[in-house]
């Protein structure tokens, strides 16, 4: 059963004695198990086979049982896995305290058994027994020693990898260390070949190297120290390794030859070195010692040098050694006071941070947080933006195209997106990696940025009903979050916290909105695939993206429509090659066509058309932009409109007409006439614009409008024609020309004039066979009738259909006799009685 893995690598505190940082561990344990007990919970139910059907019987017992399992974890410093240890366990890392000593150990003991024993002695062999078996010990430890991945940083559990990993770096060479090659060399005869095999225990070596580097960056113990005693350490071990290989050189000559060798022929002052095996051991290594350090020192005194050419071979590459590591040894020295190691500005950097949350008492949850940032930040060397520092954008684009088009392309908020959308997505993304336990984004708060999953999983957590934390759902890779508060401009709605270490990129509120408005298609698809996601979080905010959605048309119909207004056409074509729809109006009903044709722009109208916009759409007003473009003079326009198949179709066309008529603009009446504007269309009041005209006395205009075929025998509602309309006005011109227009239409219609113009616009009427004063209890349905052309033949229709007998007449709602149709109104109501009931 899987279980989470419970850090605490609290080894940075100044001054904190061992009671409060047990202290500290505890409660860090604490907040850890607090902060990741609903992810847990769901891992441990997915390896139940437990489903969302689960009763809250079921979970309550699986939280106890977190609870009870998260204390055992902390007390025993288990980790996830049966049988696993983590590196941070406590008697783990008291075993890498007593490993390191047997390390120190062999390091140091392996070149002087080397070159100074041909078999040891008992008490060394069975002091060397005891570390083989303590290095054989830690190799078994090694199988189920949990690490940390060096790609993604989580610490790995699994047994199968743990050993594979093992089998596949050092356990072959560690393995082999642990031979016994003492009793080895004895059993194939003392061979030398067997000896050599002795220096595959200097990789144990590694052990001391990783102390020292931890050394480095614990802040209580001096940088300086620790880089000084690390250079002595250094260069006393390569001295001491030349030491013993000098006086191998001389021990594996033949016993006759011995004389010829640098220690065999050694005399200083009166003593002699002639037989050497004899001298004590300690005097033997002291002497090598002298002669290695002085050849590294390259100071030379004479007094110890190369006898034979082994020695000369050796000493030559043992000086050119030297050479290499003085350089490191100075170069060290001169960065300690120069103060520019990685190392040391990490130490600096934590060590100004912890003074920050000391004088600000920040909670342990938040001062663990910082410092594993930090710690993250130095071991993984995850932040790339300072390598990258100094490269072109257009390479620093590239690299970012190639590390990061991958998972982006993946995302579903971004499916059917275009590749350049994406490639300018990926170019502001931001690299960023979270811990364990730490809380992204919490409800309530304005969110400014958008993350999206590479590694890792997070938990949306919300409230439920009870007021207890439930998981909302998982965030795994190729997952976004924070979109919904950016895109909606709503305060986040869930908390966002890790479960295990993620590594995220991050794109800012400002970068993603500026790319969104130059590809209007992508951000009408982005939101779409937001209504489109599943999860009950989504249904709860479907009418908080459906308004952005609206607004979003609405600003972008704005945004064309301005482009057409002011002429802008790079601007239009940008931005309905970015998926702005060319028919889409704003809050007026006005489309571009119509703010093209209202300014005159030709090239804007022209690329318009070629787009497949509707050509006769027409605004709230009625206004099409054909009449746009004929209202504002602007011919060019209106005549390649025309050409395009556009008509003038003008809603009461009668009233605007006679509206224009009114304000006296000739020019406009002869655009609307020549454009095929009915002149005998009727306003309110079924007047004609003739009417109008003959009214105020325009002659030019009723000479304009009967040109165009204006009838002079239309009446109004009240049965005046424009030529009595004329008279009334008293222009005496103007009655000539409309006298002269009724004789040429009457030539034209003999005899028929008036009922052709009655026919062109009849008028209706009611008959009601009583008398207008009559009673209610008297009074009997009505008729309606078409008015004829005589009141006569209105009589005979009326008593036809109404059976009436005897001489009638007609009679208005006054009791007043009518003798002319031309008296009757359109609509009006009509008694019909006999001339007896009138008596």
């Not at 050849?295 to 000086?319: K, W």
């Not at 502001?428 to 400014?448: A, Q, R």
């Not at 909606?488 to 909105?513: A, G, H, W």
């Not at 497949?612 to 759409?617: A, L, R, S």
Request: charged fraction near 25%; hydrophobic fraction near 40%; proline fraction near 3%.
């Amino acid at each position: 059963m899987s279980r989470r893995v419970v850090e605490d690598e609290d080894v940075d505190e100044v001054g904190d004695d061992e009671e409060e940082e047990n202290e500290y561990e505890v409660q860090d344990l604490r907040d850890r198990i607090k902060s990741s007990r609903g992810s847990r919970f769901n891992l441990i139910s997915n390896d139940l086979g437990l489903d969302g059907s689960s009763t809250s019987t079921t979970r309550r017992r699986m939280r106890n049982y977190l609870s009870r399992e998260s204390v055992i974890t902390g007390v025993k410093g288990l980790s996830k896995g049966i049988g696993v240890i983590h590196p941070d366990n406590r008697w783990y890392r008291v075993w890498t305290k007593v490993i390191l000593v047997w390390a120190i150990y062999s390091s140091f003991f392996t070149p002087f058994e080397f070159g100074f024993f041909r078999g040891l002695e008992e008490r060394l062999f069975i002091l060397d027994i005891v570390g083989q078996v303590a290095f054989l010990v830690d190799i078994i430890l090694h199988f189920f020693l949990a690490y940390r991945d060096s790609q993604t940083y989580r610490m790995v559990h699994k047994r199968n990898l743990i050993a594979l990993r093992y089998l596949k770096s050092s356990f072959i060479v560690d393995l082999l260390g642990c031979m016994p090659w003492d009793n080895i060399y004895k059993a194939c005869g003392r061979r030398e070949e067997v000896r050599y095999l002795l220096w595959i225990r200097l990789s144990r070596v590694r052990k001391v190297t990783k102390f020292f580097r931890d050394l480095e960056k614990d802040i209580r113990i001096s940088y300086e120290f620790t880089r000084i005693a690390k250079l002595l350490v250094v260069e006393l071990y390569c001295t001491h390794t030349a030491a013993c290989i000098f006086y191998y050189l001389a021990t594996t000559l033949p016993p006759v030859e011995e004389g010829y060798t640098w220690i065999g022929s050694l005399k200083l002052g009166d003593y002699s070195y002639s037989n050497f095996r004899d001298i004590d051991l300690w005097k033997r290594y002291t002497t090598s010692l002298y002669f290695a350090i002085v050849t590294m020192a390259t100071v030379g005194y004479g007094d110890i040098h190369a006898v034979n050419l082994r020695e000369m071979i050796f000493i030559m590459a043992y000086v050119s050694f030297d050479m290499v590591l003085g350089a490191y040894l100075i170069g060290n020295m001169t960065a300690l006071i120069v103060k520019g190691s990685k190392t040391e500005k990490f130490r600096d950097k934590m060590t100004d941070l912890i003074k920050y949350m000391n004088r600000n008492r920040l909670g342990k949850d938040i001062r663990n947080q910082i410092k594993g940032h930090l710690r993250l930040q130095y071991e993984s060397s995850y932040t790339e933006a300072a390598v990258l520092q100094d490269i072109p954008a257009s390479i620093r684009a590239k690299i970012s195209q190639t590390l990061y088009f991958p998972n982006i392309v993946n995302v579903p908020l971004f499916k059917g997106c275009s590749t350049e959308f994406i490639n300018q997505i990926v170019t502001k993304l931001h690299e960023e990696f979270f811990l364990p336990g730490e809380v992204i984004m919490e409800p309530g708060n304005v969110v400014d940025q958008v993350y999206f999953v590479c590694h890792g999983v997070l938990e949306e957590v919300g409230l439920g009903e009870d007021g207890s934390e439930e998981t909302v759902s998982l965030l795994q890779p190729n997952s976004s979050f924070g979109q919904v508060s950016i895109l909606c401009n709503i305060p986040q709605p869930y908390t966002v916290r890790v479960c295990e270490l993620c590594r995220l990129l991050r794109l800012d509120k400002q970068s993603f909105t500026s790319i969104l408005d130059i590809y209007f298609y992508d951000g009408r698809k982005i939101l779409n695939n937001l209504l489109e996601g599943k999860g009950p979080h989504i249904k709860q905010l479907e009418s908080d993206i459906t308004f952005h959605i609206g607004k979003q048309e609405a600003e972008l119909a704005l945004k064309v429509n301005s482009a057409a207004y002011h002429g802008d056409l790079h601007q239009l074509k940008c931005l309905i090659r970015a998926g702005a729809d060319p028919n889409k109006t704003d809050y007026d009903g006005r489309s571009p066509l119509h703010l093209a044709a209202l300014r005159g722009h030709e090239d804007i109208t022209l690329f318009l058309i070629q787009e497949g916009v509707d050509i006769n759409i027409n605004d709230n007003f009625g206004n099409t932009p054909l009449l746009e473009a004929i209202k504002n003079g602007h011919d060019r326009v209106s005549s390649l409109l025309i050409k395009e198949g556009a008509s003038l179709k003008i809603e009461n066309a009668g009233s605007f007409l006679c509206s224009a008529i009114a304000k006296g603009d000739s020019d406009f009446l002869k655009k609307l006439l020549s454009n095929g504007i009915d002149p005998n269309s009727k306003g309110y009041d079924q007047r004609t614009p003739l009417h109008i005209a003959a009214s105020e006395g325009l002659y030019l205009m009723a000479k304009l409008l009967l040109e165009a075929g204006a009838n002079v025998f239309s009446k109004d509602r009240w049965g005046n024609t424009p030529l009595d309309e004329g008279r009334m006005c008293g222009n005496k011109n103007l009655i000539r020309l409309l006298e002269e227009a009724k004789d040429a239409q009457l030539s034209e219609f003999p005899y028929r004039a008036q009922e052709i113009a009655d026919k062109m616009h009849p008028k209706k009427c009611t008959v009601f066979p009583f008398h207008p004063w009559d009673s209610k209890e008297h009074r009997k349905p009505g008729i309606v009738l078409w008015v004829p052309a005589t009141i006569e033949k209105l009589i005979n229709t009326a008593s036809e259909k109404l059976e009436f007998e005897g001489g009638m007449c007609i009679l208005s709602e006054d009791a007043g006799k009518i003798l002319d149709v031309g008296l009757i109104n359109d609509g009006q109501k009509l008694y019909l009685v006999t001339e007896t009931h009138l008596k």
